[in-house]
């Protein structure tokens, strides 16, 4: 079962200053991209659209949340819609834009995203790429079987 998950990542997790109000803004933002609770600790949830994959929580060792210098955290979006729907709804929010929905050729052509910080600072992603596109980049076709 590991195999069919093509994730390098095993989760990650942001600590906020405001939980309660962290978790109405990622319940609706994640909701954009299909994602929704799927596990609860007292003071930390983990998001997913199966496992859990992204935590939001309050720090373990009781110091208040900060917001990692050139850190963000980039959420995989099934198409240009979603993504534009994310960034639509972190704004509702409360989010800050940090960079509207569109491509951005100097990350690849098959790239469509947008930016914004969410109510603690931290800077979040919704990414969508357009697999066909990369398939036919990075995946090296089979080579021709010569005719006997």
Request: proline share 7%; with cysteine.
């Amino acid at each position: 079962m590991a195999d069919a998950n093509p994730s390098i990542l095993s989760h990650l997790s942001i600590g906020t200053n405001h939980f309660d109000r962290a978790l109405v803004f990622y319940d609706r933002v994640l909701a954009t991209l299909g994602c929704k609770r799927v596990m609860e600790h007292p003071g930390a949830v983990a998001y997913g659209r199966m496992y859990p994959e992204f935590w939001v929580q309050h720090p373990l060792d009781g110091q208040p949340a900060s917001v990692g210098n050139g850190s963000h955290i980039g959420f995989v979006a099934q198409d240009k819609t979603s993504v534009d729907a994310f960034y639509a709804a972190a704004l509702a929010a409360g989010a800050s834009g940090d960079g509207p929905p569109g491509p951005r050729p100097h990350y690849g052509e098959q790239y469509y995203g947008c930016f914004v910080r969410d109510l603690d600072g931290h800077k979040i992603e919704a990414t969508y790429w357009d697999a066909t596109s990369l398939y036919d980049i990075y995946v090296e076709p089979e080579a021709p079987s010569e005719a006997h």
